[in-house]
């Protein structure tokens, strides 16, 4: 295989690590519930999250996203692999209507399309 397909995996692997990031992120904010409005609950509250296994396995792998995509750097050409990291958007609007129900609105299919669009002329040039 073709050591420039091989290269493609940093950047496939720094959006499956970022995508997870802000997927496990939203889960377990979504769990504790709102922010609260005293001081001292806001401390107690931000503390529980920090502290929880799977907030610091999404802290985790966008830290290591960000070593992958410094890998991407020494074999790619900043503007040709920048517009993949748009493909985070695409795939969290995805993911988060079918994980958390959240609704996937006409306007978002077109930004959705819009930025694959872009993204594919981007990589072609």
């Known amino acids: 295989m073709n050591t420039r397909y091989l290269d493609h995996l940093y950047i496939f692997f720094m959006i499956v690590l970022t995508v997870y990031g802000q997927l496990i992120l939203k889960w377990r904010i979504s769990l504790a519930g709102s922010l609260p409005t ?3 609950e806001k401390i107690k509250f931000v503390l529980f999250l920090l502290l929880d ?8 792998a966008v830290f290591a996203a960000s070593l992958v995509w410094m890998a991407a750097m020494t074999k790619f ?5 920048y517009p993949f990291m748009s493909l985070n958007f695409v795939i969290v609007v995805l993911l988060s209507g079918w994980l958390f ?3 996937i609105t006409p306007p978002k ?9 872009g993204t594919v002329v981007l990589a072609r040039n």
Do not use: D, H, K, R
């Open 38 to 40: 005293e001081n001292l």
């Open 53 to 60: 296994p799977w907030v610091i396995s999404g802290f985790c």
């Open 77 to 81: 050409e900043l503007s040709y692999a």
């Open 101 to 103: 129900s959240e609704p």
């Open 109 to 117: 299919l077109v930004g959705v399309t819009l930025i694959v669009l």
